[in-house]
């Protein structure tokens, strides 16, 4: 099922996985991972899952190329693994989860862990929140042991419910014997469906001082900053939405929904505005 060109030598790695498709809120799961690739010395990709029969197609849909109007190429969505060197050996696995047979895939992406000698791994994805964008995001942490959820510091312990592949992932590779941390920003909900900054920042600056990475984070401190003063003008005609923000951030325990704007209206309009101005 995973094609492997060459493994790479690598020398005690750190896995780092954001899988999407269940919540990967303010992109700070694939955004984070987008922003290690850019920083690997020597970065090669040497593994990939091809997911074109394991997906449903109308939910995450292939892309195609075109050149002059004529259609060159399709994309098939796929997991890739790819490795290089970012102050310590770095093995990065990105792509949407898969609709079937989760247990054979990622038992495959625990195997490869295993043959690269990964010593531990870090899952990494965003969770929409009743949060202020106006407030520094926090990251919340599970882990597969309690030294490890013990090293993260904050973490949630009463969730049953349903999960994601990432979860399941983590569960896998603890149960192999590599120690797994997931890393999740806490994202405002109303902003949730657009690229954070912030959250993506928030994410790594958790990553970088639990792994040991020298993670540059000076390209996101800029991009947080105007993200956040675009919010603001988007915000400055509407009161009634600055009135619900404000009550989030007194910390009342319930905010009536019902005041929000009709729907989701909340976080189009504001999403809707950034991407006017982008």
């Keep these: 099922m995973i094609e492997i060109d060459t493994l790479p030598q ?7 996985v954001a899988l999407t498709g269940w919540v990967d809120a303010g992109l700070a799961g694939s955004g984070g991972v987008a922003f290690l690739q850019e920083q690997v010395d020597a970065a090669r990709t040497f593994g990939r899952i091809d997911l074109a029969d ?30 290089g ?18 247990r054979e895939v990622l038992g495959e992406l625990v195997d490869v862990s295993l043959q690269l000698g990964v010593t531990e791994a870090f899952t990494v994805g965003g969770i929409p929140a009743m949060a202020s964008h ?52 806490q994202v405002p909900h109303y902003l949730s469906g657009g690229a954070s900054p912030p959250a993506i920042r928030a994410v790594l600056e958790r990553l970088r001082d639990l792994s040991g990475l020298a ?7 800029d991009q947080s900053v105007a993200y956040v003063e675009r919010i603001e003008a988007g915000l400055s005609d509407r009161p009634d939405v600055v009135e619900v923000i404000t009550a989030i951030e007194e910390g009342e325990d319930e905010v009536d929904e019902t005041e929000l704007p009709s ?13 006017d101005q982008s």
């Design 10 to 16: 690598l020398r005690d790695p750190i896995l780092v």
């Design 215 to 221: 993670i540059d984070l000076d390209g996101l401190d």
């Design 134 to 185: 106006r407030r520094p995001i926090s990251v919340l942490a599970t882990g597969t042991d309690e030294a490890l959820v013990e090293r993260a510091g904050a973490w949630r312990q009463d969730y049953t419910g349903p999960t994601g592949a990432q979860s399941v992932l983590q569960v896998m590779l603890g149960d192999a014997g590599i120690p797994t941390l997931a890393l999740w920003a």
């Design 85 to 102: 060197r970012l102050s310590r050996d770095l093995v990065l696995c990105t792509g949407p989860e898969p609709s079937l047979r989760w």
């Design 54 to 83: 394991l997906m449903d197609l109308q939910q995450t849909r292939p892309m195609v190329h075109l050149v002059d109007g004529v259609s060159r190429e399709i994309d098939w969505p796929e997991i890739t693994l790819s490795a």
């Design 263 to 275: 729907g989701d209206e909340l976080a189009s309009e504001i999403e809707r505005f950034l991407r």
